[in-house]
């Protein structure tokens, strides 16, 4: 997969992104569901445990993939005018709270309280923030960008909704709109590589893209409630 572009974060105090995988998500549709968050800022996670949450989910299943990588460098890009030079103290931490394992059963319990450590000192007086839910659509973005959401992904995404106390109905329906969005893109990619008539082809494109945009208007909603 090729990195997710944003071409401009929201602005102010909360500045929170969505990106997802380029090969199913267009910069176009990306910008429509990027908003300013009110959510008051004690409920919010600031960027760089933020950050931190998204390479343990990155790291989950046992090896962090370039597509993923990529993606992480453009979420941290958006989040963070900075990133670039804070990243390598970001990854540090996080590798460092992974040499805890001692067996390789105990992994999934030092990744799981990586992520807790991470919430539980999220600074509230830090320069900018990530919603709760802005923060498990780019989780969930991450985790389907190797187009490989495995099992560990899902139980540590999981855990992270119930301590960030989202609604177990939207992260469902989180779940449910990208694995769509995913599925009329690849649609769309798969139409467009037939022989039937350019008019058949550009009426069925036009009709997904419509159900697309309305998928992600409805992510915009959910996300901004």
């Keep these: 997969s090729g990195s997710p572009v944003l071409s401009n974060t929201c602005p102010g105090r909360v500045t929170p992104t969505i990106c997802a995988s380029s090969n199913s998500l267009s910069a176009s549709f990306q910008e429509k569901i990027c908003a300013n968050a009110s959510a008051p800022v004690m409920k919010n996670i600031a960027t760089r445990n933020a950050l931190q949450i998204i390479y343990y989910l990155m790291a989950a299943d046992g090896t962090v993939y370039h597509s993923e ?29 992974l040499e805890k394992v001692i067996d390789s059963e105990d992994y ?66 989180m779940e449910s709109s990208i694995l769509t ?34 998928i992600f208007d409805s992510v915009k909603d959910l996300i901004t409630l």
């Design 69 to 97: 990588e990529e993606k992480f460098d453009a979420i941290g890009a958006a989040l963070d005018p900075n990133f670039a030079d804070s990243k390598p103290a970001i990854i540090k931490d996080c590798q460092a709270q």
């Design 108 to 173: 999934y319990d030092v990744l799981q309280d990586g992520v807790e450590d991470a919430i539980q000192s999220s600074n509230e007086t830090a320069d900018t923030f990530i919603t709760p839910k802005l923060l498990v659509w780019d989780l969930l973005t991450i985790a389907y960008s190797d187009e490989s959401y495995d099992e560990t992904e899902r139980k540590l995404l999981k855990y992270i909704v119930r301590k960030l106390q989202i609604d177990k109905a939207v992260f469902l329906e």
């Design 181 to 214: 969005i995913l599925d009329i893109e690849k649609e769309i990619a798969w139409i467009k590589t037939t022989d039937r008539p350019y008019l058949t082809i550009e009426a069925r494109v036009n009709e997904l893209t419509k159900r697309q945009a309305a």
